[in-house]
């Protein structure tokens, strides 16, 4: 099973700060299928990345994903107040999904 | 739009079982695998299970495997998680979400772009 880790556990900013969380995994990701989701209380995920660096449909563009193999990484080029949330990556390279821990972008 | 509708949670006791359910409409539902994926409350994802276009191909996680199964009726537009031999650690909420690649693939690996709001399943004496 692939494990990932997420860091920071969380990450305190202001609106209009940039964001950049990591994803690392214990082996490499097949074919980057590596995606991110964003979670606010009370809600399913959403999702907001996929394939490491395409936006799923509807997601702006200040969401940008990037890496390869074991070291991933999402990037919100400037926080809206809508985008203080949980978020998770995900591997779906493998017959067993994971899910890393979760950050939680959180209001500074 | 795509709606995915889950039903069938509950309080349950340890040993029992239960069968969730998954209803899916605004799309064509054999052009996509289904998956399982569940959340205690206040803790993180769990990827449950998954399944392919005309269930050919099935996955578990090795914490469920052997006690629950994936199954789907594309006639009815419906995904089903059979859960047997319940542990008060499957306590969750349970969310059904569609696959985001559309085609007859053998695969179920793909990413998750549509989620239902989920079904509480409470396992406790």
């Known amino acids: 099973e692939i494990v990932l880790t997420q860091s920071p556990g969380t990450l305190s900013l202001s609106p209009g700060e940039r964001a950049t969380l990591s994803c690392r995994a214990s082996?490499?990701?097949?074919?980057?299928?590596l995606a991110w989701y964003q979670q606010k209380p009370g809600q399913a995920p959403r999702l907001l990345i996929y394939?490491?660096?395409r936006r799923a449909t509807g997601i702006p563009d200040r969401f940008s994903g990037s890496g390869s193999g074991t070291d991933f990484t999402l990037t919100i080029s400037r926080l809206e107040p809508e985008d203080f949330a949980v978020y998770y990556c995900?591997?779906?390279?493998?017959?067993?999904?994971?899910f890393g821990p979760g950050t939680k972008v959180d209001i500074k | 739009e795509v709606q995915l509708v889950e039903s069938g949670g509950g309080l349950v006791q340890p040993g029992r079982s239960l069968r969730l359910s998954c209803a899916a409409s605004?799309?064509?539902?054999?052009?996509?695998?289904m998956h399982w994926v569940r959340q205690v409350p206040g803790k993180g994802l769990e990827w449950v299970a998954g399944?392919?276009?005309?269930?050919?191909?099935?996955g578990y996680a090795d914490s469920v495997k052997g006690r629950f199964t994936i199954s789907r009726d594309n006639a009815k537009n419906s995904l089903y998680l059979q859960m047997n031999s319940l542990r008060a650690e499957d306590t969750a909420l349970y969310y059904c979400?569609?696959?985001?690649?559309?085609?007859?693939?053998?695969?179920?690996?793909?990413?998750?772009?549509?989620w239902g709001q989920g079904t509480t399943v409470t396992v406790s004496s």
């Open positions: 979400a569609k696959g985001h690649r559309s085609g007859s693939s053998y695969y179920y690996y793909c990413a998750l772009d549509v």
């Open positions: 605004g799309l064509t539902f054999d052009d996509y695998a």
């Open positions: 399944i392919n276009w005309n269930s050919d191909n099935i």
């Open positions: 082996q490499s990701v097949s074919s980057t299928y």
């Open positions: 394939g490491a660096s």
């Open positions: 995900h591997q779906y390279g493998s017959s067993t999904f994971t």
